[in-house]
Structures are given as C-alpha cells and as structure tokens.
C-alpha cells in the first residue's frame, strides 16, 4: 500500500468510516446542511445512560465547592454590592484527573460495545490519559499520539507529563514533532492497528460532557437553592462548552448565561515550530478556541459534535499572567492546588463576578490535576528558560510569547471580550466556501449554527455570490 | 551494547522537509517530522543503531535507538519567586496585610 502523505491523506475517509462506526455520509443532507441533532440521537446514549455508564467507571459525581475567599477577594475590588459568589465543580477528582474523563467513558464504552481490540486517540492534553484510563478499565489497547517536542526534542513541560499519565495508565504513546501532519501519523495507525478513533469530537465525546451540565445544575441547586447565573466554560475545541450547554438545556428551566474562556495566545502560530516552547498553555487557548468556532468541522472526524457558536452568549479571553495568578490564589486562599490550564475559566469567572451582584452565582465547570511539569510553577520556569520575560504590571501589556504578565494589583484582572458577532460572519463566510447554492434547509441550518435568525444569515449570505433556491416555500 | 528485550525509545523522521505539508510556517517547513516510539529492542544494539522494536501493543516499529529505560526527567523546574509576591498581593488585599495581624 503507498504510504506517501497524499496516498494516507486521500484515504481519510474511508479510514474514519471504519474506525468511528458513524456513516457521516448520513447526515449531510442539501448542500452545507448536515443534521447534527440526528445524529446525536442516532448514537442511542441518552442522558441517563450516560451516567450509568460513567457511574460505574469511575467519573462524574465530583463534588461542587464554593470558593469563599476568591469570592471575597473579588468582592475587595467591585462596586458595594457586586462579586457573585464563585463555584467550581473540582473535575480534577474524576479517574485520570479531568472533565476528559467523562469524554472517555463514553467513546471507550462504545469501542468496546462495538467489538474493536483497542482506541486510539490523537491529543497532547488530559484527554490522552483520560482515554488509557478509561480503556485500562475496559481490557482495551490504547495509543495515544501526542505533538510533544520541538524539533531539537525539546519538549513542552506539561504534554511530557501528560505523556507520562497515559503511561501510567498502560497506553503506547507516540510522540510527534510540531506539525499538522501528525494526522497523517494517526491515520496510519487506525489502518494498522484497525482500532476505534475515540476521537474528541464525536458524539461519543460531547455526549460524556453533558452529564457536567447537569451535575453541575442538580449540585448548584441543590447546594444554594438556586440555579446559576453564569456557567464559564474553558474554551479549546468546543466540545467542552457544547457538551455542558447541551446538558444544561436537558436540565435546567433558567435561562442560564454559557460564557466561553480562552488563553490569549495571539501572535503565536500553532504550527509553528519555534513559537511551540513559547507558549506556556497547550490548550484552552484562542490557537484551538477561535479556528474551531469559525470552522467546527476541521476536526479529527468529518463532522464534528462540538458546536459551540449555537450555544455560546459571551466569549472572553484572559492573559496567561491572569491564569497563572489566579492558580496560585486557589491553592494560597481555597488550598486547592490544581493545574493551570483547567483555571482559565476561573480567571474569567474572578473578573466576571465583579459585573454581578454579591447573591448571584458563577460556576467554573472544571479543574484539572496539577502534577510535576503540569504546574504553574513548572511552566513559569520553562518560560523563564525560553527567554519569556515574567513581570508584575498590567496584564493588558502581555505579548503572548514574549512576555508574561502578572497583575500587579487584583483589579488588573480583566477579561476581554471578543466580538461573536465578527466570529458569528467568519463563521458564515468559511460556510460560503463550501457550496454556490443554498436551499432553505441550509439557511435553517446556518441560523442554528450561529444561533442568529433569518434576517441576520440573509444578510450576512447576500454579500456572497450564492445562489438561493425554493426560499418561499 | 544494549540487550535484546530491553525496554528503549528510539526515534525516526517520518517526513522529510521536503514531504511535508503546503502552508505550513517557515520553521516548521525547514525541518523533518520527526516520531518518538518507546518499545522492547528485537536485537541487541548500541545507541545510534538502526533498530527495530515490539510495542506496547505488538506493533513493530523501527528507528535509531535513542536510550534504555526512557524515564521520566520532568520537574517543577527551578523556583520562581514571584510565586510568593501573588501570594502577598492575594492576601494583602483580602486581609489588609501585616496592619491586620
């Protein structure tokens, strides 16, 4: 078989018919539209089965804790009145340390379900060891192929220990310099090995996250009698912020605000070899937040199930000095010490509190293990190492891969804003390079898509040279 | 000389600088992709060698042996003092400082 990177490039497809068990060609209906809720059904795990199934593989049920000092610390540099109170659900306590847990379970469930000998999963973030862990409990292989090194093989900090996690929990990791074309590795494998891609973006894996929404609206309610104003998810993917709005719809009768929260890594180029060691957050930042809101469907899989822009109210960047700041003040004022990456929501959340009032409640839907490497302590010094300059100043200086800037008072903690609007017409514009036609359906479609109505996708579709057919029916 | 079935890493470029990817930045386009594959030797060897190795999952994979026993070097790297003045600032603000105790 001819193993160039075109020949396994150009098999793409039919390599993740068979290694995912979802004929995609099913759902593509009309020219852009697919129908995404079908297939989200048709993969037969409602809500309840979901948390059976995690229930009994040791995820979810993590505990809801209100962080009492970081709420008050907020409450020293807000309006009389303002700082709501400020909860995260600790999902660092699920088997292997994250909400990918919960991803896991359901994507190894099926695997095994299915009758595959083993999973393979492409990801250099806790999702690598959430799925060994997962597959350790179901007598599944695993392999879990990372982008971890530079091409010197200097390797970023954090995705060594994660390495070492999906070790630990008895998986085969193979390990990739910079570059997209790992992809083309991963491919390879599936066709080798014929194992399940337990890929992050299938339904599998969104389906696993919306038993946090619940959990974590059950658990509010249940805690303060109320349910939350604010949920701030951290954004990289989107199957994080899809998969907790999506359970929060099953669940709750609110009307709840989705925030999404990104690491400003502006300037810096993912695929970039040299800009790699210079960034101290591989995931949960704008690199991976904003292309994949734009464009959902550049996934590991044809379509993916992580939508955010049909759920997302508000979305905030904060600066890696904020993440690493606030990090340090849940270990120094809540004694929770946990790895910074999973805290990028609660930096958002600390500035977010102070627009509310002092009753009203945010919950930051996760944490994540802190271990050697995956520790603020660890990336700062390795920033240090690369030449990053590490300051006290106002956090609006940081230049993402040149500096890193800590807030010199607890008022300089602002998030930012981006405009979904903006990203709302991107996302529209990359659709209209998809097809010149557009029926109905497709307009339907993209009005769900960006959670917009008729007028607006009308509009925005115009300034295209499209072709519109059978509107008026 | 290392023994057949000792545990090794060995390493191996996958693409050359001239296969890779179209639109790739600069940096990454001038240099190969390279994959690092930890697994039991087939034959005994010595580091530089052109080796081939079983799996963790009985795959067989082959490349240049890098090391015996691939361990685990990461750490919280070296102290960064300004960890401490966060936890000043955090807690001077929340319990107004030393004037408080």
């Known amino acids: ?473 | 000389m290392i023994k057949k079935t000792s545990w090794v890493q060995i390493k191996k470029t996958i693409l050359e600088p001239s296969e890779r990817a179209a639109n790739l930045p600069t940096p990454t386009k001038q240099v190969p992709l390279i994959i690092w594959v930890k697994g039991y030797l087939l034959a005994d060897a010595s580091i530089g060698d052109e080796v081939k190795i079983k799996t963790l999952t009985g795959r067989i994979e082959s490349g240049v042996l890098v090391c015996e026993n691939p361990s685990y070097m990461h750490t919280y790297g070296e102290f960064v003092p300004e960890i401490l003045e966060i936890d000043k600032i955090c807690k001077d603000t929340l319990f107004g400082g030393e004037s408080n105790e």
Not at chain 1, 259 to 278: C, P, R, T, W, Y
């Open chain 1, 1 to 473: 078989m001819n193993n160039s990177y075109e020949a396994v490039m150009a098999r793409k497809n039919q390599i993740m018919k068979t290694s995912v068990g979802i004929n995609y060609d099913k759902y593509e209906t009309n020219y852009i539209n697919f129908d995404f809720e079908e297939m989200m059904k048709d993969c037969g795990y409602s809500l309840e089965d979901v948390r059976k199934i995690q229930n009994d593989y040791g995820v979810g049920n993590t505990p809801l804790k209100e962080c009492k000092n970081i709420s008050a610390l907020a409450r020293k540099v807000s309006k009389p009145g303002y700082g709501a109170r400020i909860f995260i659900k600790d999902e660092a306590l699920n088997d292997s340390g994250s909400f990918k847990a919960r991803r896991a379970s359901i994507a190894c469930y099926q695997a095994k379900k299915l009758g595959f000998k083993g999973v393979i999963a492409a990801t250099s973030g806790n999702y690598g060891a959430a799925v060994a862990s997962q597959a350790a409990k179901h007598g599944l292989k695993c392999i879990i192929v990372q982008e971890c090194y530079d091409s010197n093989g200097i390797g970023q900090p954090e995705i060594i220990e994660k390495a070492r996690a999906c070790e630990a929990y008895g998986a085969e990791v193979v390990q990739l310099s910079v570059g997209p074309e790992l992809f083309y590795k991963f491919l390879l494998l599936l066709e080798e090995t014929g194992y399940f891609n337990a890929s992050l973006y299938t339904p599998y894996g969104i389906m696993g996250i919306e038993s946090l929404g619940a959990e974590l609206y059950e658990d509010c309610k249940n805690q303060t009698g109320k349910a939350p104003d604010m949920v701030v998810c951290t954004n990289a993917g989107g199957g994080n912020l899809t998969g907790t709005a999506r359970g929060l719809l099953k669940t709750a009768k609110e009307k709840i605000q989705i925030i999404g929260s990104s690491v400003n890594l502006k300037g810096l180029h993912m695929a970039n070899d040299i800009d790699f060691n210079k960034k101290s957050f591989t995931t949960g930042h704008t690199g991976f937040g904003l292309p994949f809101m734009i464009n959902p469907d550049r996934s590991d899989v044809p379509r993916s199930a992580g939508r955010p822009l049909r759920y997302i109210d508000r979305y905030v960047t904060v600066n890696q000095g904020e993440v690493f700041f606030i990090t340090e003040a849940l270990s120094i004022l809540e004694g929770i010490e946990r790895g910074p990456a999973g805290n990028t929501s609660l930096a958002a959340a600390f500035s977010l509190a102070r627009e509310l009032k002092e009753d009203q409640i945010i919950v930051v839907q996760e944490t994540e293990y802190t271990s050697a490497g995956k520790h603020h302590q660890a990336q700062l010094a390795f920033a240090r190492k690369n030449g990053i300059d590490i300051y006290f100043g106002d956090p609006k200086e940081e230049i993402p891969g040149k500096s890193i800037v800590f807030p010199k008072s607890v008022d300089l903690i602002n998030a930012k804003d981006l405009d979904l609007d903006i990203i709302r017409k991107k996302y529209i514009q990359n659709q209209m390079t998809k097809s010149k036609v557009l029926s109905k359906k497709d307009i339907d479609f993209l009005v769900i898509e960006t959670n917009t109505n008729k007028d607006y996708v009308l509009n925005e579709v115009k300034k295209y040279r499209v072709e519109l057919e059978d509107l008026d029916e």
